[in-house]
């Protein structure tokens, strides 16, 4: 957007930095406002982002918003959206601009109140109104990727390079002092921008050598001290004096003289409309509101909010979500409070900022425990329970099962949530905090940092084990980092290192039962302990199920983050949100086994309904059901094969399980689909290697396993807590998702289990306009499916033929993807544009859209525009999902956010 290619004219003062440490070193040198760097974030750019972010869930469109505003909340950061107003340009890259108010931005605004943001609408463009909030000094900086932000004359514009989940990459560009805002509007205005396709021949490097001439001050200047009705006469001389540069190489500035361009310089250039727009835009510059106090989040509403749009919208979801993406936002608010106290800003019993006092209940400082940024500081919290009181009376916890209530009321008793909080922050607004963390370092020689257990350096302990015949013994252990201290030269160093470094040992206690194994470090917190029948077992043995899993040469080589073919963490979450939407009995949320069906219909319609369902896929679910038992019986041979558990152990029924049960889930399916199994066996050649889809059968037979036999619902695994679904983790994702990857590159060819083929289109299609159908006295759905869905089932099923698309995808399409060649009479259209909401239509991400044209009368059974124009036509949807829920009466759910699902598609296909 803006100038083609404008980025690449400027050079950031500073690129690949973190925006916390940005932050931090705004907040150090005193160079922000009271509350921190106040940046002014361009909202429509991140509905952009959001509505195109690829999600196979409930509302992907606010589920990444969700998830980009917690990251920004725990940034030491004062960011202030603002919105695009009524006022904008009525064309703009060559295409009207839509005036209609964007359908994400009201949700977008609910989430902004729950997390206490500050926004406003501007009266035009947001680019225009962010820029004359940064030459005010009302902000610190402008976070957009529209270069028009810098033409407009944003003086500090921030660009995120790269996000993860926790943080956020940026380059920093400056105004000056090579090229300023005048100088970018000479730009524009010859090379070409939003408003204008600019001077015919001219390119960007001429454009950039004329800027540099200082013409474009003059240009500003004159528009400045001048009226509207000078404006004409303004722009002819400067006209005139572009012309004079082009000839004269602009007295040796230019590198060569440019007659042809000079003559072609049409007399109306620059039109008066867009030098307007580019030097005075429409700003609210003289009654702009007053700028808004930073808020305390409403974490009742936060709560409520997801419950409604997500999937996870139970207490345990709520709560493990929130615990990474508000709990450390509290925090970051509370250290903004107490830095206004500490000068004086506000008085010392004032706690509108935050009311929550999360800091107090801090339980350990480590700072860089775990390295991420040298200007953070890991914490944990403790959350109040008036926190915890809020999120729950808000909710009514529609979608609670036990497995989550039992979940979250383990969780309340640990009740850890740990932070990353920025060290500049902490050090300004509680250095007390930091006093912990020193007290603790200097505790003595013996405090050694808190290490993850392991069990390297195990050689010989069964001959010293076997051999104790004291109540207990205590074997010492070698540290993992020996050999690399060994192999340090400086003696000074070497002795500094060892006495940081963790050492282990072993307490063996002796009973009639048998023998307990304890695993200890100098940091009593990190302890494992676990009972043996004989004093024989290895306890290397012993430890395996926990740890040499993780580190199995296998899946260390299939699980590696450094690897090409490893996920990103958004896809992870992606793949983890359809694999509960894909459980058998989609709607089974109170975990009793039974579907629950939309509300909107009464219940004598719904029992047809669900009739109508156990009827059409009776045999299906038998046989997978079948299926699914066989291949879970597999999983247990697997499990006593790998000395996991003893023979006739059913893992589903078993009430706890160990927390790497998700790895040898991976290893299961590495057995049956992969190249080498978990132990980095490759297999042989000659050995049958089972496909992508069996892989995903082996998943789901597991899901369903541990969902119906064990009680544990679809929630994903929580290896602290032990809850969830082991089947639903990270891990299991991680590793399907790699799988693709590598399934495709060999030439594996994906295969749906059922292909939908012309001849059964033109069946649907002829079955759906047989005359007795439409003419039918009682049009119920329940015995016929209605007019209304035989519409919706042809034109789902033609677009995922035509455009070589699954079902669950087109199901994702919105109205806003839909562009007609005729809007004002979609019967007439004959051409469709879709643009599909992820990046499915180019492997390099560029979202380009599918063109779909009007078939012959011969061929209508696989014409998608007639299917689509006649769906769109009856049902009378307008914005959100084109594919809604169907009621009672044979009408879609007129709620946008309300998309048909897979079961209820299925229910229906019968006909």
Not at 554 to 580: K, N, R
Not at 683 to 700: E, I, V
């Amino acid at each position: 957007m803006g100038v083609k290619g404008g980025w690449d004219l400027l050079r950031p003062v500073e690129s690949g930095v973190s925006l916390i440490d940005w932050s931090a070193k705004m907040i150090s040198t005193g160079m922000v406002h009271d509350l921190g760097p106040r940046i002014g974030v361009d909202a429509s750019g991140w509905m952009f982002a959001a509505k195109y972010h690829h999600g196979q869930t409930k509302n992907p469109a606010q589920a990444s918003l969700f998830k980009r505003l917690g990251r920004l909340f725990h940034h030491p950061v004062h960011p202030i959206f603002v919105f695009d107003g009524p006022h904008r340009p009525v064309y703009k890259r060559k295409k009207k601009v839509d005036k209609t108010v964007d359908w994400l931005a009201a949700d977008f605004k609910r989430l902004l109140d729950g997390f206490g943001f500050s926004y406003w609408d501007a009266p035009g463009e947001a680019e225009a109104e962010l820029a004359m909030l940064s030459r005010a000094g009302r902000i610190d900086a402008v976070m957009s990727e529209d270069f028009d932000a810098m033409v407009f004359g944003a003086q500090r514009v921030i660009r995120i390079k790269e996000e993860s989940e926790s943080e956020y990459i940026i380059d920093v560009y400056e105004q000056g002092p090579q090229l300023f805002s005048s100088d970018l509007v000479v730009i524009a205005l010859l090379a070409g921008g939003d408003y204008d396709d600019g001077l015919q021949g001219c390119g960007t490097q001429t454009a950039v050598d004329v800027a540099l001439t200082g013409t474009g001050k003059r240009l500003f200047e004159a528009i400045e001290t001048s009226s509207a009705e000078d404006y004409p006469a303004i722009a002819a001389a400067w006209r005139q004096e572009l012309c004079d540069l082009l000839h004269s190489k602009g007295a040796g500035r230019l590198s060569s003289r440019h007659h042809a361009l000079a003559s072609r310089v049409p007399l109306e250039f620059p039109k008066v409309s867009v030098l307007v727009q580019y030097v005075q835009p429409l700003t609210s510059h003289s009654n702009f509101p007053a700028f808004p106090s930073a808020t305390p989040p409403d974490i009742s509403m936060l709560a409520v909010l997801c419950q409604e749009l997500f999937i996870w919208g139970h207490s345990m979801g709520i709560i493990q979500n929130f615990s990474h993406h508000v709990f450390p936002g509290l925090a970051v608010r509370e250290l903004f409070q107490d830095l206004c106290k500490r000068r004086g800003l506000i008085k010392d019993h004032d706690n509108h900022l935050s009311p929550h006092g999360v800091i107090a209940g801090v339980r350990s400082v480590r700072a860089n425990q775990r390295e991420r940024s040298k200007s953070e500081v890991y914490i944990t919290l403790a959350i109040p329970d008036v926190v915890l009181a809020h999120i729950t009376s808000a909710i009514d916890g529609r979608y609670d099962t036990e497995t989550t209530r039992a979940s979250y009321d383990k969780w309340k008793k640990k009740n850890e949530a740990p932070a990353w909080l920025s060290r500049a922050l902490l050090l300004h607004a509680r250095p007390d905090v930091l006093d912990v963390k020193k007290d603790l370092q200097s505790a003595g020689p013996k405090r050694r940092r808190a290490v993850e257990t392991s069990m390297k350096n195990t050689d010989g302990l069964e001959t010293n084990v076997k051999h104790s015949r004291a109540s207990s013994d205590i074997i010492d252990i070698s540290s993992d980092d020996e050999d690399e201290i060994e192999n340090m030269n400086d003696e000074k160093k070497k002795r500094q290192r060892r006495e940081l470094s963790p050492t282990y040992h072993i307490k063996v206690h002796h009973s009639v039962d048998g023998d307990i194994f304890e695993l200890c470090t100098d940091d009593e917190g990190s302890r494992l302990s676990t009972s043996t029948p004989t004093c024989t077992t290895l306890l290397s043995e012993t430890m395996d199920n926990y740890n040499a899993v993780m580190h199995a040469k296998g899946i260390c080589q299939v699980l590696d983050p450094t690897h090409i073919d490893f996920p990103a963490s958004g896809a992870v979450a992606d793949d983890i949100e359809a694999e509960q939407e894909a459980c058998p009995d989609s709607y089974d949320y109170d975990g009793d086994g039974d579907v629950h069906m939309d509300e909107s219909g009464s219940s004598e319609e719904t029992d047809e309904v669900l009739q109508r369902i156990k009827e059409a896929s009776k045999d299906v679910k038998d046989s997978t059901h079948d299926e699914y038992l066989r291949l879970m019986k597999k999983f247990n041979h697997f499990l006593v094969k790998e000395r996991y558990m003893q023979a006739g152990t059913d893992i589903f029924t078993q009430k706890e399980h160990k927390p790497v049960i998700d790895y040898y889930i991976v290893g299961f399916i590495m057995s049956h689909c992969d190249a080498v199994d978990m132990h980095g066996v490759s297999k042989p050649l000659d050995d049958p290697q089972r496909t992508y889809s069996h892989a995903q059968k082996l998943r789901a037979s597991l899901t369903y396993g541990f969902r119906k036999k064990g009680g544990r619902g679809i929630q994903p695994w929580d290896r602290d807590t032990l809850s969830g679904n082991p089947s639903v983790s990270e891990t299991v994702s991680s590793y399907m998702l790699g799988l693709h990857k590598r399934k495709v590159a060999t030439g594996e060819t994906p295969m749906s289990a059922r292909a939908i083929d012309p001849d059964t289109l033109k069946k649907l299609y002829l079955h759906n306009h047989l005359a007795e159908n439409w003419n039918n006295p009682e049009p119920s759905p329940g015995k016929w499916c209605g007019g209304n869905i035989r519409r919706l089932l042809q034109a789902v099923y033609l677009l995922s033929f035509i455009c070589l698309l699954r079902v669950d995808e087109v199901l994702k399409i919105q109205v806003h993807d839909i562009k007609f060649d005729n809007e004002d009479d979609i019967a007439k259209t004959e051409r469709v544009s879709i643009t599909l909401p992820f990046c499915k239509t180019s492997q390099f991400g560029k979202i380009q859209p599918f063109v779909i044209r009007l078939l012959p009368d011969h061929m209508a059974h696989l014409c998608p525009v007639r299917a689509l124009c006649q769906w769109m036509t009856a049902s009378k949807i307008k914005s959100g999902y084109v594919f809604r829920r169907m009621d009672k009466r044979d009408r879609p759910i007129m709620t946008p956010n309300n998309p048909m699902v897979m079961l209820s598609l299925v229910g229906f296909s019968h006909i």
